[in-house]
């Protein structure tokens, strides 16, 4: 008999197989199979989040208000860090492997008939799990864009989009108009989209397409918030809702933002029914964990880390505004792992200033950048940077020769941030 362990693992192969067909951009696939599972996204509402940054805190940040409001929550996110089984949650616990083992081996011939690629293999496998374990709500992050992305297939009691900046533009287009075209198509008609402080051509497109298609705009205002304290504390001021000393788990001026768009959408759904009060969002803004969000560890006679995720230019700015409100005057040594696609110079651009040293290291991951190849691209800082093949190894020697005060950053996307969590204990051994 196979153990489920073993029976797990060649699910989990399986599942990642599916990688191979690439990404399939559109509706067509993912909506037959879903029918085909008799549409389990439409028993349960939920809340759709799209966005070039900040989708997953805002996720994350929505999803504890609702559970400590008492609902039982699904909350869909992507990638993950260490474990495939942290992309699809409820109530803040991982899939099981049972369910997810379960889930292959039922639909595995027509995910092969099909030519399911990994993300709708993953949507559907979500959209299942919260149906069985019969959520009050599911949070529903997309993938990729927002039209096209296979998480799409779901009819939401609110659309939510956060941000619009630059990334993925060789897919989703190279002006901000373009991508927030594609982030509008989450809007559909009579339902509410709640829209973010977004730039001005990004703004006057996702407010179009929502004139065009009856959906009622919310949007947020700077006069909404205003940060109160260095230690990211803010105030919120709109309508009925007035919270003072609000407190973020998650540090910078970017997650005030995140966190204050979640109350605008607390607003929203408190209008249709739902029972959330004021200490409910007081309580979750406070106690949300979102690892890899400008991430500190601290270790004694070691020096501190902070691991970032932000892998694009407006991540990465991000990313150095919140270490220079945290620390300063301050440098830090830097290891930066990315993928391809991005754009290398300006996302890097914004560490050089803060950095001591940047290290490039070689991902594991087909998708790595050539460390060789971005670092080629700054010959004017030749001395500053450098090169690595393994990511683990280099941080593993630069928390040896560091002084306990040193600061080291480990940033540029979930794959390197994921394999020093990973690796953690090795990095750290004596």
């Known amino acids: 008999m196979i153990k489920t362990g073993n ?27 879903l029918d085909s599972m008799g549409n389990p996204q439409n028993e349960y509402p939920s809340i759709h989040i799209a ?38 949650k409820v109530n803040g616990g991982k899939i099981n492997e049972e369910y997810v083992t379960a889930f292959v081996e039922k639909h595995r011939k027509e995910i092969s008939r099909r030519k399911i690629t990994f993300f709708e293999v993953c949507t559907a496998l979500a959209f299942a799990y919260f149906a069985d374990k019969k959520v009050d709500i599911a949070v529903i992050e997309v993938g990729l864009g927002g039209r096209l992305d296979a998480t799409n297939t779901i009819r939401p009691l609110l659309s939510i989009i956060t941000d619009i900046s630059y990334d993925h533009t060789h897919i989703l287009g190279n002006t901000l108009r373009k991508i927030a075209f594609e982030k509008a198509g989450i809007i559909k008609k009579d339902i509410p989209v709640l829209m973010g402080l977004l730039p001005p051509s990004a703004d006057k497109e996702i407010a179009g397409v929502s004139r065009e298609r009856g959906a009622p705009l919310i949007k947020l205002s700077k006069r909404d918030f205003r940060q109160t304290g260095p230690d990211f504390r803010f105030r919120y001021r709109h309508a009925t809702t007035k919270l003072d000393n609000l407190k973020s788990a998650l540090p910078g001026k970017h997650q005030i933002l995140n966190a204050a768009l979640v109350v605008r959408a607390v607003e929203a759904v408190r209008k249709m029914g739902y029972k959330i009060t004021n200490d409910d969002i007081r309580r979750g803004i406070n106690r949300t964990v979102w690892p890899g ?3 500190i560890i601290e270790k004694a006679g070691y020096p501190t880390v902070i691991l970032d995720v932000g892998h694009n230019p407006a991540g990465m700015a991000k990313l150095a505004e919140c270490f220079r ?17 991005k754009d290398l110079r300006k996302s890097l651009g914004h560490l050089l200033r803060l950095a001591t040293s940047i290290e490039i290291a070689r991902l594991n991951t087909h998708r790595t ?11 004017n800082w030749r001395a500053k940077i450098t090169i690595s093949q393994s990511l683990t190894r280099s941080a593993r020697k630069l928390l040896k020769k560091s002084d306990p005060d040193d600061i080291l950053i480990v940033c540029g996307s979930h794959y390197g941030v994921g394999e020093f969590i990973k690796n953690r204990e090795l990095i750290y051994a004596k």
């Open 7 to 33: 029976r797990y693992k060649s699910a989990l192969r399986f599942i990642l197989s599916r990688e191979l067909f690439g990404m399939k951009l559109g509706l067509d696939n993912i909506t037959g199979f």
């Open 51 to 88: 966005g070039t940054n900040g989708k997953g805190s805002t996720a994350a940040y929505l999803d504890a208000i609702l559970r400590q409001a008492g609902y039982r929550t699904g909350l869909f996110t992507s990638p993950h860090l260490v474990d495939f089984r942290e992309r699809i």
């Open 293 to 295: 969000r400008f991430q």
């Open 325 to 341: 409100a945290l620390y300063p005057g301050r440098k830090a040594a830097v290891i930066a792992g990315m993928v391809q696609t």
């Open 369 to 379: 950048v050539e460390p060789e190849e971005a670092a080629a691209l700054f010959p």
